[in-house]
């Protein structure tokens, strides 16, 4: 064990830790004021709240230990996880199988043996990693064709079952792919095809759905039945801005009017309504998921609004200050890959939760009450962490060496 883990804290990414246990303070506080349904519900102040503040506690220590893991082992363990999420979704798409639990409507959810996670977040990792390390592999303009064709197949394999129930995480790990493939340099060409296709597709698929099946109110059966529910979704969006005056809450609606209410009231002034003033927790349905944004922003107004955001950028900006000074092209791709994925997640619920965008169902990572998406964006950090120490060990011994080889220089003498 002492030889897989070298728990040597002099290497680790403080900053990766501040920002980290940042959020983790700003999800306990947020659960607090954002839980009132939950507490009605269970008949319990500390029930529901200290289950999700036990789910932080464990990604903590998970993140603690991730990150002294050798990368290498956890680039190995990205084809295992992924497998393992595969053969999970693969055998949700069975109908009436008894693995599959609903929530919402929603099966995203996989029971195995009374332990209940969603697969796909496993695979959103999982397959970061992947990606990441069969682009390292590219050598030569060859290289970049084998390994586009490797990875779009991948891609490809995971993100078909995740799109029978959630088109939004399929459309975000589609897009985080397609970021790694520019970063990677793949050719424009395929770039411009991937781009093109997936944008006919998407429009093709909308008319479809529009015109065959929601404007003649026909239900849609099969693997793609709730894409009358997305394309209801957009559709609503755009209807709720075309007459004002006629405008009526219903069940369709309700969720998004009373976000912007909460939104409304929060600024007022800069600084909302103050912690734990929220009136509109108690009506938002799931305030404390997908909503949660709206929650903060109705108590903390626009500054803690931007704070958040500050917060979720600058992960990115650190993958970005860490990842340009890495050795290991493999680490940089995968780094960016994941802190790409926490910030585009949290800016996509971020937009949802104000209304300028249709509903999603992305929860705000690490805020978001879920114990799955916790201890999967717990499992993103420690290994950004990971890497970001294994590569600052690595460059210091270099420096080392290299001072040591300037030493080993004999004087020369001139006569």
Same mark, same amino acid.
């Given at each position: 064990m002492s030889k897989l883990i070298n728990f040597n804290n002099k290497y680790i990414d403080k900053t990766f830790w501040v920002l980290f246990i940042a959020l983790v303070v700003v999800a306990i506080i947020a659960l607090f004021s954002a839980s009132s349904t939950l507490v009605y519900e269970e008949h319990s102040a500390i029930g529901p709240i200290g289950q999700q503040i036990i789910f932080l506690l464990i990604g903590l220590v998970v993140a603690w230990f991730i990150q002294f893991i050798p990368s290498i082992y956890i680039r190995m363990g990205g084809y295992i996880v992924l497998l393992f999420s595969l053969l999970c979704m693969y055998i949700m798409l069975i109908p009436g199988n008894p693995f599959v639990v609903f929530h919402n409507e929603a099966g995203r959810w996989f029971n195995l043996f009374g332990f209940?996670?969603? /697969?796909?977040?496993?695979?959103?990792?999982?397959?970061?990693?992947?990606?990441?390390?069969?682009?390292?592999?590219?050598?030569?303009?060859?290289?970049?064709?084998?390994?586009?064709?490797?990875?779009?197949?991948?891609t490809a394999v995971t993100v078909l079952p995740i799109l029978t129930n959630n088109l939004s995480t399929a459309m975000l790990l589609s897009g985080i792919v397609f970021i790694m493939w520019f970063l990677a340099r793949i050719s424009y060409k395929y770039l411009g095809i991937v781009m093109g296709s997936a944008i006919a597709v998407l429009v093709l698929g909308y008319c479809i759905v529009e015109f065959a099946y929601v404007k003649p109110k026909r239900e849609m059966h099969g693997p793609l039945e709730r894409a009358t529910t997305w394309v209801g979704r957009i559709d609503d969006m755009f209807a709720e801005h075309e007459?004002?005056?006629k405008f009526e809450l219903n069940n369709d609606n309700y969720q998004r009017s009373i976000a912007k209410v909460a939104i409304a009231r929060g600024g007022i002034t800069p600084f909302g309504v103050g912690p734990g003033n929220s009136k509109e927790r108690d009506f938002l349905p799931l305030a404390f998921a997908d909503y949660i944004f709206?929650?903060?922003?109705?108590?903390?107004?626009?500054?803690g609004a931007i704070g958040l955001i500050f917060l979720y950028m600058a992960i990115l900006f650190r993958a970005c200050l860490?990842?340009?000074?890495?050795?290991?092209?493999?680490?940089?791709?995968?780094?960016?890959?994941?802190?790409?994925?926490?910030?585009?997640?949290?800016?996509?619920?971020?937009?949802?939760?104000?209304?300028?965008? /249709?509903?999603?169902?992305?929860?705000? /990572?690490?805020?978001?009450?879920?114990?799955?998406?916790v201890l999967i964006t717990s499992i993103y950090f420690g290994v950004m962490m990971c890497v970001?120490?294994?590569?600052?060990?690595?460059?210091?011994?270099?420096?080392?060496?290299?001072?040591?080889?300037?030493?080993?220089v004999p004087d020369i003498v001139l006569e």
């Open positions: 209940v996670f969603q /697969p796909s977040e496993l695979a959103k990792l999982s397959l970061v990693i992947v990606v990441a390390d069969m682009l390292s592999r590219i050598h030569t303009e060859e290289d970049k064709k084998k390994y586009f064709w490797w990875t779009f197949g991948v007459d004002d005056a709206a929650i903060i922003v109705e108590e903390t107004g626009l500054m860490t990842s340009n000074r890495f050795n290991d092209y493999s680490s940089m791709i995968m780094v960016m890959g994941l802190a790409l994925t926490i910030t585009c997640q949290a800016l996509i619920s971020m937009a949802v939760a104000v209304g300028i965008g /249709p509903v999603t169902g992305q929860p705000l /990572p690490l805020i978001s009450r879920g114990g799955t998406s970001s120490r294994e590569q600052k060990q690595l460059s210091e011994q270099q420096k080392s060496v290299l001072n040591e080889s300037k030493d080993d």
